[in-house]
């Protein structure tokens, strides 16, 4: 058998198995159909019996089964009786149910109805009481005078009025109004001749309006603004009457108390200048030097004391007190403006009429400015009239707070006034200044450290108008002057007027005097020292162009006194160093940095190379060898005694900061030419034969300091 299964291929096998399989599959199917059909024939015979069986039973039972039927159909005849009534019942229910929503929304109608009943009854209630006019009040307005009582029973009847008005269609309204207008008819002229009264107080002598008209709601006249309030809403004609004797009153009083204010006030003016105290005019006494612009200090104190009490003319007086005119401009317009604002509040609290005020105050108003028009061209004091400037930008700025815009036009021709004596101010010291900087008058007598009166003047002047052109301390809003407008334009005019008082200055002091030119050049720079040092203590803007002209000329003046200097106690010096360096400057080296020397040594001074002794030579040859070394050896052998001869040239204890600064500027500039001088010796010969009396910058730094001891200023180092 494995010999034959051995001998068979794969395919064989597959042959085989499937063949098995197959004939297997056959047998399984005909066993199975065998079965099922004897199954289903022994199913129908069992359903047949069953059948069979259960037909007999149900013939058994007929007579059961046709009860059981009658008995179905008499329980349906009862359960479609029962639908029927039932369904009766719902439809009345749902007729109740409807019957029962018609009798709520019949409530809730007749619910609606009182409400709205209640509110109309309680409106129309409070209308009635609100407009009920009781016979008392109605008797006491008849009979009783003006008092506190009078004026509730007024205020009832203002009520009573208001809510008739407001209801004018109404039965209330047709059968109160005659009533209420023959009240009106009643009280007003009572009123009339109340109100007329108290304004005729106001014109009485020596009274206090203030305390007539009322300093509160419950005192004065505005205790019975009441009054006015009901003048007001029922007899327009008879307030109208009331206002115009206000303001007729109290125009007339307010220009006549004005005036006198005025007057009595500017009597205490003090004149400390008048128009021919210019820059140039000689002072009084020794120490008037800044007399006209009395340069003192405080003077712009009068902007802090804006809310400081007045000056009283009538206590003044008989004290014998006078005040500068800054002090009575500023107590005129405190008072103007006090008075003005409290007039508004007034106007407006009593008449409810803001602007019943204007036509009270346009006399006293004219007062002011004429007053102002005719003491203006009086001042000639630039820092008065400075002041006064910012004085009415103040006033102004406080007006336009407290929103009256009564006074903006007249502040506008103060200003005006202002501003166009200012300019009338300095354009006089322009021309006097350049008058005498023409003729050199002033400049007799003067010594070289003699400081002008008029340089003194000036640099007051211009330090305090720079100062407020240039600084927000006590000027603040002009520094901010945009430059297009036209306050803006006026500062800019005094700038350059200002300009030309400083050009002028500057040919007063350069021009011919009987001084040498050293002196001239000392006399110069003092000056132009104390303008410099007045700025700064006015804190004047160094980069101001004013400034910057000042600083420029100092320092030129400073320059040629110390070149003044060396040519006097050192003679030939700058000539011979001068002199030897432009001969020495036409020997130059032609070669190239190539052909130089790695070890050569380069002098910065003149350009020149030392290479060989034939360059030496010929450098020797351009100079005059002779005066080279008699140079050196002077210098080297004078120099302890005539540089503190020189500073005793200049130097001034009362103005030890520029003695110290002309010191070492001295110092530093005769250390360049003894450097030069040693170059030049070097560049000559190999080893100067002259070296022994070389000077070291040291030593002549340590001089001049010695030279300065005891003084709070001292030398730069070197």
Not at 414 to 421: D, K, N, T, V
Not at 460 to 470: K, P, T, V, Y
Not at 570 to 585: C, K, L, N, W
Request: charged share 25%; glycine share 4%; hydrophobic share 40%.
């Amino acid at each position: 058998m494995k010999r034959v299964f051995k001998d068979l291929t794969e395919n064989d096998i597959k042959t085989l198995l499937n063949m098995d399989f197959e004939s297997e599959l056959q047998e399984c199917k005909g066993l199975m159909d065998r079965d099922i059909e004897q199954y289903t024939r022994q199913v129908e015979a069992e359903l047949s019996d069953k059948e069979d069986s259960l037909i007999d039973q149900t013939i058994k039972e007929e007579e059961q089964f046709i009860e059981l039927y009658k008995g179905i159909n008499d329980c349906d005849k009862v359960l479609n009786l029962m639908e029927a009534d039932l369904r009766r019942f719902s439809e009345g229910i749902t007729k109740v149910t409807s019957d029962i929503q018609t009798m709520q929304n019949d409530v809730t109608s007749l619910q609606n109805r009182l409400e709205h009943s209640k509110h109309i009854e309680g409106h129309v209630s409070a209308i009635l009481t609100k407009a009920a006019i009781p016979p008392s009040i109605i008797s006491e307005l008849e009979t009783s005078e003006i008092n506190e009582k009078y004026l509730k029973c007024l205020g009832s009847i203002s009520r009573s009025s208001t809510v008739i008005n407001s209801h004018p269609g109404t039965a209330v309204a047709h059968e109160l109004r005659p009533c209420l207008d023959n009240i009106a008819l009643m009280v007003s002229g009572k009123i009339r001749t109340f109100l007329l009264e108290k304004v005729q107080q106001l014109a009485r002598p020596m009274t206090n309006i203030s305390i007539i008209r009322g300093a509160s709601r419950t005192t004065g006249m505005m205790k019975y603004k009441g009054l006015m309030s009901y003048l007001l809403l029922n007899n327009p004609v008879v307030a109208q009457e009331v206002k115009d004797s206000y303001v007729s009153t109290l125009s007339q009083v307010y220009h006549k108390r004005s005036k006198s204010f005025l007057t009595c006030l500017m009597k205490l003016e003090k004149q400390f200048i008048t128009s021919k105290d210019l820059l140039t005019t000689s002072p009084k006494r020794s120490d008037d030097a800044v007399g006209m612009f009395r340069f003192t200090a405080g003077r712009t104190n009068v902007l802090e004391r804006l809310n400081e009490p007045i000056v009283i003319p009538f206590t003044s007086i008989e004290k014998g007190r006078t005040y500068a005119y800054e002090d009575l401009f500023r107590s005129q317009h405190v008072m103007l403006m006090d008075v003005v604002t409290s007039e508004y509040i007034f106007s407006y609290d009593f008449f409810s009429d803001p602007g019943l005020y204007i036509p009270i105050f346009l006399k006293v108003i004219t007062a002011f400015r004429d007053t102002v028009h005719a003491a203006v061209p009086q001042q000639h004091d630039y820092l008065t009239l400075m002041t006064c400037i910012r004085l009415v930008t103040q006033f102004r700025a406080t007006m336009e707070e407290r929103k009256i815009p009564c006074l903006t036009g007249y502040y506008e021709a103060i200003l005006m006034m202002l501003w166009s004596q200012l300019t009338t101010v300095i354009k006089s010291n322009t021309v006097a200044v350049a008058e005498v900087s023409k003729s050199g008058s002033l400049l007799k007598g003067a010594t070289a450290s003699t400081v002008l009166p008029v340089i003194q003047r000036y640099a007051a002047f211009s330090g305090n108008l720079l100062h407020m052109f240039c600084s927000n301390s006590h000027y603040e809003g002009l520094a901010d002057i945009n430059p297009h407008t036209e306050h803006g334009d006026r500062v800019a005019v005094l700038s350059s007027q200002l300009s030309t008082v400083l050009v002028e200055i500057l040919r007063l002091l350069n021009a011919k005097s009987h001084l040498s030119h050293r002196k001239a050049h000392l006399f110069s720079a003092h000056n132009l020292h104390h303008i410099k040092a007045v700025w700064e203590f006015y804190s004047v803007d160094p980069s101001h162009v004013d400034f910057v002209l000042v600083e420029n000329a100092l320092t030129q003046s400073k320059s040629n006194l110390i070149e003044a200097l060396i040519e006097e106690y050192f003679p030939r010096f700058v000539g011979t160093i001068t002199t030897a360096e432009r001969g020495m400057r036409t020997v130059v080296t032609t070669k190239t940095n190539e052909e130089k020397d790695v070890g050569a040594e380069e002098q910065e001074e003149g350009g020149l190379v030392v290479q060989d002794t034939a360059e030496f030579d010929a450098r020797r040859a351009t100079i005059n060898e002779a005066a080279i070394t008699k140079c050196i050896e002077d210098f080297g052998t004078r120099w302890h005694h005539q540089l503190p001869a020189a500073f005793n040239e200049f130097y001034c204890p009362q103005v030890p900061a520029l003695s110290a600064d002309l010191a070492s500027r001295l110092v530093m500039q005769v250390a360049i030419y003894n450097e030069r001088l040693k170059k030049i010796a070097t560049g000559c010969w190999p080893n100067p034969p002259c070296r022994r009396y070389f000077v070291g910058n040291q030593a002549l730094l340590a001089s001049a300091q010695s030279m300065l001891e005891g003084h709070e200023h001292s030398l730069p180092s070197a």
